[in-house]
């Protein structure tokens, strides 16, 4: 029966479900006592839930606390066997797949090197099964115990309900990718295990918001800064975060070509890429037949040399010209967006790390208003190149949560599902 609101008993229910689970989850071990006032439950919809959760294995006790004068109170996690997720980030150099447990704990992990293929589409659905495939076999986990897969992809991710998740990928090369489809078709998986596909930067920033240094924030942008650029916008209309194509900005026009086509894009002149290309265009010598997160290490070596040697000019003025069109990419967000936080992530932004946040700062600071500028903090973020194979994973672990700790729906029987037709679109004729 529906409420005046238009809420069933069916919908209260999920909705105390799902607050008792997450409370627990980024608050826990906690009593029953402690959870009425930080849900905003009654002591008796507390209990009720608690009694419904701790039956579907979703709960356990994690010891007790004396209470005033009476019985000891007994505490309740959230139970890490009770689920288990797998994340993917498909990236520059590799695609990354981590199984992990409901607590976000690493079971297990593979990675399969991205080399002379590139982004071969069937090339990365491959390493996508059989990481899958592989995890799941080491952990001694059945394919049935997953919650979901999240992968976290470059490019535009289209949800089209009459074709399955569709990726946009203009600067690897993908048009309108059936990936869902091409994932399903001979999965490891049963039908019944949804997959979650989504931009990684908004994968990076999903795990950033919730374990890592933009936690607490109402307003942050996490920029992933790898090959090329991009970000995630996190605000109170958009808390799941929203990705951008930040690296696609015109900062010169008429400037070099990006790797997308078009002439100018901050991604032309921040991203690790045409970093080490400039490098060498201007008479820098990366080194030859080895991947970018290498030679980006080698530029980083030859521009601040260890003990103190003479550094490469070429390579220290190509990463200055870069910290500044980094900063001054920054400056548009700032006011744009007028965010809290800026997070700095993705492999390059780690590599680079503290030695080129100051100059960034310094830039964006000087580019931005002056209002929204003393206002903002920038830092790296604090997860590491796990952040999006650990977002990726969040992205199944926060659906769980919205159904109040159940799984996903069968899919019913009857028309083929739309990731088939995705398919039929997709074969030659």
């Known amino acids: 029966m529906a409420g005046r609101n ?47 959760l701790v039956a579907d294995g979703l709960l356990e006790e994690a010891g007790s606390v004396d209470s005033d004068g009476g019985r000891p109170r007994t505490l309740l996690r959230v139970a890490p066997g009770s689920g288990h997720m797998i994340g993917v980030d498909v990236g520059e150099t590799r695609v990354r797949i981590e199984l992990f447990d409901l607590t976000l704990t690493e079971l297990a992990r593979t990675e399969r090197p991205l080399t002379h293929q590139g982004y071969d589409v069937e ?56 990936l869902e489809a091409l994932l399903r078709d001979g999965s490891p998986l049963p039908d019944t295990v949804p997959y979650f596909i989504d931009n990684g930067a908004k994968t990076l920033g999903q795990a950033e918001m919730w374990f890592g240094a933009g936690r607490g924030a109402r307003n942050a942008v996490v ?5 090329g650029v991009g970000a995630c ?3 109170p ?55 970018e997160e290498t030679a980006l290490a080698a530029m980083l070596a030859a521009a601040y040399p260890a003990g103190g040697g003479a550094a490469d000019p070429v390579a220290l003025a190509v990463l200055e010209e870069t910290a500044e069109y980094l900063g001054a990419g920054l400056s548009d967000l700032i006011n744009l967006f007028q965010p809290e936080r800026i997070l700095i992530g ?28 003393e206002r903002v903090t920038i830092d790296l973020g604090r997860l590491g190149p ?19 700790g159940r799984r996903a729906e069968p899919v019913p029987e009857g028309p083929a599902p739309a990731w088939r037709a995705a398919l039929r679109e997709r074969a030659p004729q």
């Open 223 to 227: 920029v992933l800064f790898g090959s």
């Open 346 to 373: 993705g492999w390059a932004g780690l590599q680079l790390g503290a030695r080129f946040l100051p100059a960034v700062r310094r830039h964006a600071v000087s580019y931005a208003l002056r209002h929204p500028a």
């Open 386 to 404: 796990d952040a999006v194979t650990v977002g990726a994973a969040i992205l199944p672990l926060a659906d769980f949560f919205a159904r109040g």
């Open 123 to 178: 090339v990365i659905v491959g390493h996508i099964r059989d990481g899958i495939t592989e995890v799941l076999a080491t952990a001694e986990i059945a394919p049935e115990q997953l919650l979901g897969v999240g992968i976290g992809v470059p490019g535009i991710v289209e949800h089209a309900p009459d074709r399955g998740t569709v990726v946009h990928g203009q600067t690897i090369g993908w048009d309108a990718v059936p």
């Open 237 to 291: 209309e958009a808390e799941h975060g929203r990705a951008v194509e930040w690296g696609h900005l015109t900062v010169r026009v008429r400037g070099r070509r990006c790797r997308c086509g078009a002439l100018g894009c901050l991604e032309a002149y921040a991203g690790a890429e045409s970093l080490l290309e400039r490098w060498g265009e201007q008479g820098g010598r990366p080194p030859a037949d080895t991947d």
């Open 6 to 52: 238009g809420r069933t008993v069916r919908d209260l229910r999920r909705a105390n479900r799902t607050a008792v689970l997450q409370r627990l989850y980024f608050d826990g071990p906690l009593s029953r006592f402690e959870l009425g006032p930080v849900t905003g439950l009654s002591s008796g919809s507390v209990s009720n839930v608690v009694a419904d």
């Open 233 to 235: 916008l996190v605000t």
